[in-house]
């Protein structure tokens, strides 16, 4: 019976149009995912870079959430910045609401100094959102004996699915041991009803700042056994109503790799949302880590918390000297 009140009460939030306010799926594995982070990443490595991420959130609770996405970016010297290509899908509840999206990006690089760079980058993609209606169970179809007996009198509306064109921009500056960066996703504010065209997905601010510092290096040009790297991060993001602050770091033992991070949701009687645990490991082109996410709180026994991998591949460079340097991202990336 608590899973059929679920799904009454999910019901009846899908379609609501008037206060619904939206949030964007996230990952917690931010540099594992650096361009949906911020579309400036894009090249920012220099050479190819192969990214897959999958999330599922709150997997103890019925209508768990599921996210997933695979991208790619690469710098080319001819056109004086890196381009990029995400595609991305998430289902929520039991598959009532699936969006699926594609994206383009292309970020120009301008050195400003010997030692410090910076990347300004501009995104559009298509976004489909598609509503389930078959999946939905209502109040009038249970039977208080016999459960989901009778048809709903809900009216299903004409269209049931929406399709939007999106657009994201950002920049990041840094040097050899620092970075930060700006990104703002959603400034065209796609609608997201599919009711009435009164709902529309809110611009996600996102603002984060950190550092690189190598402990121990035996060599500078490629990754030895032993060498020791430390990055402290901090994310800030804004959605509506939505506010999370990330702080955290990155300690690296190469091969092996360690996180912890804080998300704070700035709730007066849960400030803290969630401690993130990470692990991860990388060995030439090949990295790999996961994350669970510790739910803090007076629901942190019921939503079971997050699992989410990353798989990534950093291929070597063609043979061409590059102009410029790539950004030490932390790891797991």
């Known amino acids: 019976m608590q899973r059929r009140i679920f799904a009454i009460v999910f019901s009846l939030l899908l379609l609501s149009t008037s206060k619904l306010f939206a949030q964007d799926p996230h990952f917690a594995q931010f540099y594992s995912n650096p361009i949906f982070l911020n579309p400036a990443y894009a090249g920012s490595k220099l050479c190819p870079r192969f990214a897959l991420n999958y999330r599922d959130q709150w997997p103890s609770m019925p209508g768990h959430f599921r996210t997933y996405s695979a991208s790619y970016d690469q710098h080319f010297d001819k056109i004086s910045g890196g381009i990029g290509v995400l595609a991305f899908g998430d289902r929520q509840g039991n598959g009532q609401i699936s969006t699926h999206s594609a994206h383009f990006m292309y970020s120009f690089h301008l ?10 980058a501009l995104q559009a993609g298509y976004q489909q959102k598609a509503l389930d209606w078959d999946a939905l169970i209502w109040g009038d179809m249970i039977d208080a004996r016999y459960g989901i007996v009778y048809p709903t009198n ?12 999106d ?5 990041i500056g840094y040097t050899e041991y620092l970075y930060f960066g700006m990104a703002a996703h959603h400034f065209t504010m796609p609608y997201e009803s599919f009711v009435t065209q ?22 500078k040009k490629e990754h030895s056994f032993g060498d020791i790297s430390i990055s402290p991060n901090v994310i800030y993001q804004h959605q509506r109503t939505f506010h ?4 955290g770091f990155y300690l690296n033992f190469y091969p092996f790799n360690v996180g912890v991070w804080v998300r704070n949701s700035f709730v007066k009687h849960d400030p803290v949302d969630a401690v993130v645990v990470m692990f991860g490991v990388e060995w030439d082109i090949f990295k790999v880590a996961y ?20 798989v990534n591949f950093q291929l070597r460079c063609p043979e061409t000297k590059h102009r410029v340097k790539p950004l030490k991202c932390p790891s797991p990336n």
């Open 167 to 171: 657009c994201a921009a950002g920049f």
């Open 244 to 247: 999370y602050l990330n702080s």
């Open 291 to 310: 994350s669970y996410d510790i739910t803090v709180g007076k629901n942190s026994a019921l939503t079971g918390g997050a699992h989410e991998v990353s």
């Open 111 to 120: 050195k400003v100094s010997r030692k410090f760079q910076m990347r300004f």
């Open 198 to 219: 009164t709902n529309r997905l809110p611009i996600r601010w996102t603002g984060h700042v950190g550092a690189y510092i190598d402990l121990k290096r035996k060599s």
């Open 154 to 165: 809900e009216v299903r509306p004409d269209n049931l699915t929406s399709h939007n064109f």
